[in-house]
């Protein structure tokens, strides 16, 4: 064994060739068995791994390079950072940001300091959720970045433009990792299932619990594989005993050992559809708790967050509109946080929107007006511009009569003046109907007299 894999109690324990000390046993958890070893067996994430990466020019060049990976859990930042370590015979340091304080986070950058000027060997220092870092403790990574006493490689799940302080994020190069797509985790799976680092062919799964098995992982290879890992324990556990052939693993095992049933849902047929439209009629309907049972659907069964938050996007517009003028800034806060926090927690975001929308008043006057407005255009409604409405900017304009009879809003009572906007066709066409319900009766009155004074009605 080399000297110093192990240190001193409550300092961080560096190893060899990218692999965590001690993970290595056959008794270690499926997911770290399975841990890609180069960039050829990473899952997804193909934008990082073209030629001529910055990536792959840190691994294969051996160049020194602090890299911040931001991404969703499960997509490969601690597998990276253990390549980055392998590949390029670095000694693979790890400090958590959860235990460990700036006193560890100094000792870990002292020790690399002196391994590289005792024996040129460089340190590749991961530090996982780096996000839960204070400020002074990501101060203290500062040094040693600066110097390339340490190659850091730091993980976080949160945007790094509002988590990491600025001096490191700009000494680091920010690689963003993307959610696995199903065909990904399927792949992992798949592989888990016969690689002898795996389960080694003891073990088959049914196509359904194999589907069971991509959906609850929502993108994560690790979770995948823990759930895989639980559900093979339970078949084998019920084996006839040695030489009865590999276990198989069907939905009821899987629903049992991650006790989690499943949700009958194709993200790309009926279902899809069938249970976002049940969903938005709920919320249009008023019905906060149908809702949240088919948010609740939807989320169980792994389909995107983005695509639920850009649905109440759109309904905050079609079904509430200015009766409650709160409804899209909610709605639109919601998906910024789906994309800044991620799931599961986004959940919590996603359920205040559908309980907010769910409880607002209704209106569709929003989209009735923009409908008709453009029924009008298509129709062939369009007219010529008022000539006082034209632009009298450039030279020669007057002369044509733009401009001339235009009255300032801002210099009229009320800053409300009565002259023509509308073309003549649809002079008097009424689009924007606004309904007694919620804000938009107080807007329905303004709009009223506004429209009679703007008309000279």
């Known amino acids: 064994m080399d000297e110093g894999l192990f240190e001193t109690p409550g300092a961080p324990a560096p190893a060899r060739g990218g692999t965590l000390a001690g993970n290595t ?19 997804g994430q193909r934008h990082l791994l073209s030629p001529g990466s910055p990536l792959r020019r840190l691994i294969e060049g ?33 400090v958590s940001a959860v235990a460990a304080g700036v006193k560890e986070v100094r000792a870990a950058i002292d ?22 870092f204070t400020k002074a403790q990501q101060d203290a990574l500062l040094p040693g970045v600066e110097n390339r006493w340490v190659t850091l490689v730091a993980a976080t799940t949160e945007n ?7 001096p490191l994020l700009s000494r680091s190069l920010l690689l963003t990792l993307e959610p696995l797509t199903d ?39 690790r979770r995948a594989l823990t759930y895989l890992e639980a559900a093979a324990g339970a078949g084998l556990s019920r084996a006839s005993g040695p030489g009865a052939g590999p276990v ?13 049933a499943a949700v009958r ?3 790309q047929g009926d279902q899809h559809y069938d249970v976002i439209s049940a969903f938005i009629k709920s919320v249009r309907g008023s019905d906060a708790d ?61 359920a205040q929107a559908t309980i907010a929308l769910a409880v607002a008043p209704k209106s569709n006057a929003v989209i009735t007006a923009i409908d008709a407005a453009a029924a009008d255009v298509r129709s062939g409604r369009i007219g010529p511009v008022p000539s006082h409405l034209r632009d009298a900017h450039y030279q020669g304009s007057k002369s044509l009569g733009h401009g001339q009879g235009y009255r300032y809003a801002h210099d009229e009572p009320y800053g409300i003046a009565q002259q023509q906007y509308a073309p003549d066709v649809v002079q008097d066409a009424t689009y924007y109907r606004p309904t007694n319900l919620g804000a938009e009766a107080a807007i329905r009155e303004r709009w009223e007299r506004i429209r009679r004074m703007i008309r000279g009605r």
């Open 111 to 132: 020790a690399a300091r002196a391994r590289l000027a005792g024996s040129g060997q460089e340190t590749v220092l991961f530090v996982d959720e780096v996000h839960r």
């Open 248 to 260: 198989r693993v069907d939905l009821a095992t899987t629903e049992t050992a991650v006790d989690r």
């Open 290 to 350: 149908a809702a949240l049972h088919y948010l609740a659907r939807m989320i169980e069964a792994g389909e995107d967050p983005r695509f639920i938050a850009r649905r109440l996007v759109i309904l905050a517009s079609e079904d509430i509109g200015l009766a409650d003028p709160n409804a899209l800034p909610t709605a639109v806060a919601a998906a910024q946080a789906v994309q800044l926090i991620g799931m599961p927690e986004a959940r919590l975001n996603l």
């Open 62 to 94: 051996d160049q020194p390079m602090s890299l911040l990976l931001w991404g969703p859990p499960g997509t490969g930042k601690t597998t990276i950072a253990s390549i980055v370590s392998g590949q390029t015979n670095r000694v693979f340091v790890e």
């Open 160 to 166: 790094p433009f509002f988590s990491v302080i600025s």
């Open 183 to 221: 065909d990904d985790v399927r792949g992992v799976i798949e592989s888990a299932l016969t690689d002898e680092r795996g389960l080694a062919g003891t073990a088959e799964i049914d196509d359904d619990a194999l589907d069971h098995l991509v959906r609850l992982a929502g993108g994560d290879a």
């Open 25 to 43: 046993h056959a008794s270690a958890p499926l997911a770290v068995r399975m841990r890609p070893r180069t960039l050829d067996e990473l899952v």
């Open 265 to 267: 849902y194709d993200r």
